[in-house]
């Protein structure tokens, strides 16, 4: 694992900048977090937080193949607990001059998860993921016998739109918050919306819909299968 950001001990002609960085990082926290929970102002306050971070080159950077899916996840993590502490014991608003270190060492071991995960995968495969066309296949298609399926696919339908945790509306095609997991597990239940057609809604391609799919929508369909028994 690589890291890309240059640290503060090595350029120690930056040191002022550097604190002044983490200081203006730490007032716009403090004024997002007094901002209502769930308000309008809150999540573009958040979306400043982000493009600030980003922006710095501060944030951990790899070349593995699931970094984006690690910092997917390091950014939910981070939405549910800047202002108050829904999975986590402190809030990163707590963390003062602190915050991208707290935040870059979660990314760190989702990180070590999805190379664990890669890891298992390689020595086991529960289920296929493709046909013989090629074509992807649906966990809900495979685990749902010919006579169960209309009450598993309202089952489906239901825990999608209700959505209780947040995390399929959360997670979404990178620079494309209107393209979440919650959005296109609904277009893609039976009967499903084509990708040409919901690509050429969305402006996007193809692949970007579909890979999105493979790597976050079609991993929390299985962990729901999973709960309810029926993989």
């Not at 901002?35 to 980003?54: A, D, E, V, Y």
């Not at 209107?178 to 959005?183: G, K, P, R």
Request: some cysteine.
């Amino acid at each position: 694992m690589s890291q890309s950001v240059s640290n503060a001990s090595d350029r120690p002609e930056d040191d002022s900048v550097d604190a002044d960085w983490h200081q203006q990082l730490k007032q716009l926290v403090q004024e997002v977090c007094q901002c209502p929970l769930n308000s309008p102002q809150r999540r573009k306050g958040f979306n400043r937080i982000i493009r600030m971070i980003q922006q710095s080159g501060k944030l951990w950077r790899a070349a593995e193949a699931y970094y984006e899916d690690a910092l997917q996840d390091t950014w939910l993590h981070f939405s549910r607990n800047l202002c108050e502490a829904t999975t986590a014991e402190q809030p990163y608003c707590s963390e003062g001059c602190f915050i991208m270190a707290r935040l870059n060492a979660y990314l760190k071991r989702r990180l070590q998860d999805y190379a664990t995960r890669a890891t298992q995968e390689r020595k086991q495969r529960v289920l296929p993921t493709q046909s013989l066309e090629g074509e992807g296949l649906d966990p809900v298609e495979q685990i749902a016998a010919p006579e169960d399926a209309p009450s598993l696919l309202e089952e489906v339908g239901e825990w999608v739109e209700a959505d209780k945790s947040g995390e399929l509306g959360c997670t979404h095609v990178r620079g494309r918050p209107d393209i979440t997991c919650q959005v296109l597990i609904l277009r893609r239940l039976p009967p499903e919306t084509p990708w040409k057609t919901l690509a050429a809604e969305f402006g996007v391609s193809v692949s970007t819909l579909s890979g999105f799919y493979e790597k976050q929508c079609r991993p929390r369909l299985q962990q729901f299968g999973q709960s309810q028994g029926y993989l």
